[in-house]
Nanobody, 125 residues
Framework: QVQLVESGGGSVQAGGSLRLSCAAS????????MGWFRQGPGKEREFVAA????????YYTDSVKGRFTISRDNAKNTVYLQMISLKPEDTAVYYC??????????????????WGQGTQVTVSS
């Protein structure tokens, strides 16, 4: 049983920044790979970023490379998504997710078995 709670969403203008947090409780957080996904209006859920359990490997969808940074603090059972240079197309509900080993296919939503409730990010032009 793993509980995930996202926070840090909000409304910003284009070019602004936000940092999302995902606090986890339950078992074996440090051994879970963590991912961020998002779902915009009228769109399907898409992969944003993922990080291995140790934090030494990260993955990003092409549209956010160079702008978003995923990180984790295992001592605090928390994963972060730092977002800069936000664009209107980044507007979506952002979801935190966790998966147990093996860690292959991290960009696939089907790999994750635990999900947070989501936090809204709105970027105005």
């Amino acid at each position: 049983q793993v509980q995930l709670v996202e926070s840090g969403g909000g409304s910003v203008q284009a070019g602004g920044s936000l940092r999302l947090s995902c606090a986890a409780s339950g078992r074996s957080f440090s051994r879970f790979a963590m991912g961020w996904f998002r779902q915009g209006p009228g769109k399907e859920r898409e992969f944003v970023a993922a990080i291995s359990w140790s934090g030494d490997r990260t993955y990003y969808t092409d549209s956010v490379k160079g702008r978003f940074t995923i990180s984790r603090d295992n001592a605090k059972n928390t994963v972060y998504l730092q977002m800069i240079s936000l664009k209107p197309e980044d507007t979506a509900v952002y979801y935190c997710a966790a998966t147990r080993p093996p860690y292959s296919g991290l960009p696939s939503a089907s790999r994750y078995e635990y999900w947070g409730q989501g936090t809204q990010v709105t970027v105005s032009s």
